[in-house]
């Protein structure tokens, strides 16, 4: 490839000419880990080719403190929301600078974070990011990461989260507390934390004796997929006296769609949610539920962050003990 000597290479070159991204030639180039040895052959032999040598005032602008934090999240999640708001209290105490990326329509976790970067943030704290283990590794050989509310073990990753498993434990246990057998799991589908909580429903369930008792509904993140949910119960056989679902709004959902089918709740059956949010307790039913302590698990997340960013910690990871919030949506089961 013929160059003009005025014309400076730079890593975008370098990445087109080696058929990778900006993000992994930068890794190469910095020996960071992260990349393949195949992966940092090629680039370095493509950057030695063309002559490319890193901008050292670009680099030293780069590494200079912005006092930043970026956070990722759901703009359409309100337990998201809360992270946000604890999150935001916790920085005006501590006098530091927060710059949010939403996660929304195109936008996913990756280019949220993309944003972030650009911007100079010293560490991301991503709630409940939908990466895959490869492409956060990666992202985490560029700035600490602190990823919320997802459980997950990843190298150069903080985790700060609720024991999910736990929670559905102690949401069983109160159901069967009050005589329930018939208990189903109504799961959140592909979302973090799904497999942990449906995990937790079997667990109780097999520790109670229920396991032949079990079934776990597919569901989601939405009201919407909790009323389907509630369709595909009422259409499956023997009414449930009780039902546990993933998060607020698919019970929420539920809730509706018992309702719309003349059942009433905790009446013919109880409902536990998960999160705690906003509307828990001003809902049609106040909803007996999961409290995660978005304000606790956002405090953390700050602290690990700022630390992380200053290189005063290691990456680790905080579990964050549940608590049930006993409401209206949940009673003895009908004699």
Known sequence: MARGRSKRVTLLDVAKEANCSVSLASIVMRDATGASEETRRRVKAVATRLGYRPDQRARALRSARSGLIGVTFGVHQPFHAEIV???????????????????????DDRRAAETLLRDRCEALIMIAPSLGMGRLRVLADEVPIVAVARPLSCPGVDVVRIDDQGGIVMAVDHLVGLGHRRIVHVDGGTAPSSTERRNGYLEAMEKHGL????????????????????????????????ITAFNDRLAFGIIQGLFMAGINVPERVSVVGFDNARRSDTSLVPLTTIDQNPSLMAQLALERAIGRAADRYLPTQQVLVPRLVERASTGPIAS
């Open 85 to 107: 708001d604890g999150l935001y209290a916790a920085a005006e105490a501590g006098g530091h600078e927060l710059v949010l990326s939403a996660v929304v329509g195109a936008v």
């Open 211 to 242: 396991e032949q008792e079990a079934v776990v509904v597919p569901g989601g993140l939405e009201q919407s997929h909790g009323v389907r949910a509630a369709e595909a119960i009422l259409a499956g056989g023997p009414l449930p006296t009780a």
